[in-house]
């Protein structure tokens, strides 16, 4: 097939010729018509993410220059609103947005407002776009999904709006003037409407066997898969059947056409994408019938694209093809199909696997704690967004986010430990040890600490001694022993949570035992105590009994 800009009439040259100038108005391109074409029934699917934060959740700042008038998620937003375009939706922008209360920038409750109203299909991705399927080949049994959000919900931007008139955003509920304010739950910061809340995206290539199963036995109904990871019959079909998985199949090269469309920044890099995706979509729909295709952008977000909305209105007006919701495409009859397993990078998996195993110690750690629900839920949300699919979120690697992760675990494990304490003397046959306990969580904890003697020097008569310490602080514990004999005797000390979980490791400490001092130094403080009283008591006899020299006399005056 000849390109289609060999095709272009007159008319149609100078359209493109007004586009190449720097025009942004839609221009629909002319499409072969030597032969008959069905037109290929399209769904695009566009994920609306953010570029990688610092930390869990988009700060204010960055949501309100993403959502201003001519920020990247506002023109993005602009461009497919109440269009057949699929929206795939990072609940980290929902939740980040919602967790602000009445401080949340006004531009950002206004665009979750209006998405909440658009009328496109929409399902959830994983929380920060997080690569499920790394997980999965890590060992994970089921894809990771968000834990308690509690941990960042602040009161204190939830008051009334009497103090605030800033209205709440979408979903969280405005208070009453003269009560309290009704604080969020972890569901009502991510709770949304999806259209389509079962679907499962994985990212490009990164798809074995044994993940679908686990994809399915996690709940989701249907998974998008990129042509290259499915080995396809001659169908004309997008639906397919992968074993027992429903899927969607996305055309790698036709995804990557529209991506350069959607992302050209000039009108002559447009037309020339736009040529090669439609001549691609003709030459499809010629030889099948009822031929249908799924096509999706890029994960990240369109900062530079400003062709989304020609791109989509270009299709649409096509003679090639119709673009329609996703779900229209899984309501064909589905092909049969194979997957085409690629593993993620071995290195990948690696990191990943550390990071799990972090995370497991993180929630035994939080056995200690008044509210384990703070400590696992934050965790959860840190590892979901070192697994995210942005290369944003890596900027010196994978495996160099893995490390921060880790090296964070090991700091959150650390922050319950024993102070390490100097030797010490014990003068007295039965007296106690003394072990400090630092807290620098920001909840209290419960520990138990088990004193161990290394040698039979002295018994300890209480191993264990449970304590609880404020959030912040350092507390002493007491543990009662008996001394048996003189001499130099280590003991071990060691924390552990509640339920018999370790907490940090154990600490050796040198104790200097001095039995039975106890007796005489308590005779020669009593003997110093009568000495004492008998030089008072002879002090005062020896006053009363030496004789009174009689004052002189003084001369009397005449």
């Known amino acids: 097939m000849k390109p289609l800009r060999a095709l272009f009439t007159s008319a149609a040259l100078a359209a493109a010729c007004a586009l190449g100038a720097g025009s942004t108005a839609s221009a629909a391109l002319p499409i072969a018509t030597a032969t008959p074409t069905t037109p290929v029934r399209v769904a695009v699917v566009l994920p609306l993410t953010v570029p990688a934060t610092e930390g869990s959740f988009v700060g204010a700042e960055a949501l309100a220059t993403y959502t201003s008038p001519t920020g990247a998620l506002t023109r993005e937003l602009d461009q497919v609103i109440d269009t057949p375009v699929t929206l795939a939706i990072d609940p980290m922008l929902i939740a980040s947005i919602r ?6 920038p006004d531009s950002a409750i206004a665009w979750l407002d209006r998405l909440a109203l658009a009328t496109n299909e929409t399902f959830p991705l994983q929380y920060a776009d997080a690569d499920l399927t790394l997980a999965l080949q890590a060992g994970e049994e089921r894809v990771l999904g968000t834990k ?34 009704t604080l969020p739950t972890s569901d009502s910061l991510l709770a949304w409407d999806y259209t389509m809340p079962d679907v499962a995206w994985p990212v490009a290539d990164t798809v074995i066997k044994a993940d679908l199963a686990k994809i399915t036995a996690s709940g989701f109904t249907s998974t998008i898969l990129e042509s290259t990871n499915v080995k396809q019959s001659n169908s004309a079909s997008a639906a397919a059947v992968v074993g027992d998985t429903t899927a969607f199949v996305s055309s790698a090269p036709a995804s990557a056409l529209l991506r350069s469309a959607a ?7 447009w037309v020339s994408a736009m040529d090669e995706l439609e001549a691609a979509l003709n030459g499809f729909g010629r030889t099948r019938t009822d031929a249908s295709m799924v096509l999706t952008l890029d994960r990240e977000l369109l900062i530079t694209g400003e062709r989304l909305d020609d791109t989509v209105q270009s299709l649409e007006a096509s003679s090639a093809s119709v673009i329609v919701p996703l779900s229209t495409i899984g ?8 997957l085409n397993s690629r593993a993620q990078n071995s290195a990948r998996v690696a990191a990943t696997e550390s990071m799990i195993a972090a995370e497991q110690r993180d929630i035994q750690f939080s056995t200690v704690a008044e509210n384990p629900a703070l400590i696992t839920g934050d965790r959860r949300l840190a590892l979901l967004e070192s697994l995210s699919s942005s290369p944003s979120a890596h900027p010196g690697g994978f495996v160099e986010s893995a490390a921060t992760f880790v090296d964070d675990s090991r700091t959150l494990e650390g922050s319950v430990r024993l102070v390490k304490s100097s030797e010490i003397y014990l003068l007295a046959d039965r007296t106690s040890i003394f072990a400090s306990i630092q807290n620098d969580l920001d909840q209290p904890v419960t520990v138990r600490l088990s004193v161990r003697a290394l040698s039979p020097l002295i018994r300890v008569e209480n191993s264990s001694v449970e304590i609880t310490v404020e959030p912040s602080s350092q507390k002493r514990a007491q543990v009662p022993v008996q001394s048996l004999s003189n001499g130099r005797v280590t003991v071990e000390a060691a924390l552990s949570s509640p339920t018999n979980i370790a907490v940090g490791t154990p600490t050796l400490v040198r104790v200097n035992v001095q039995a039975g001092w106890e007796g005489p130094v308590t005779f020669v403080l009593g003997g110093l105590v009568i000495v004492i009283f008998a030089l008072g008591l002879y002090r005062n006899l020896v006053l009363r009994r030496r004789p009174v020299k009689p004052s002189p006399e003084l001369p009397r005056s005449e």
């Open 263 to 269: 992302e050209a920044v000039t009108g002559d890099e």
């Open 331 to 338: 309501e064909t009859a589905p092909a049969s199909a194979t």
């Open 148 to 181: 308690s959000l509690e941990f960042a919900i602040d009161p204190s931007l939830f008051a009334p709006a009497s103090d605030n008139p800033t209205p709440a955003p979408t979903g969280i509920p405005e208070p009453d003037t003269n009560e309290a304010p």
């Open 99 to 104: 967790k602000l209360g009445t401080s949340a």
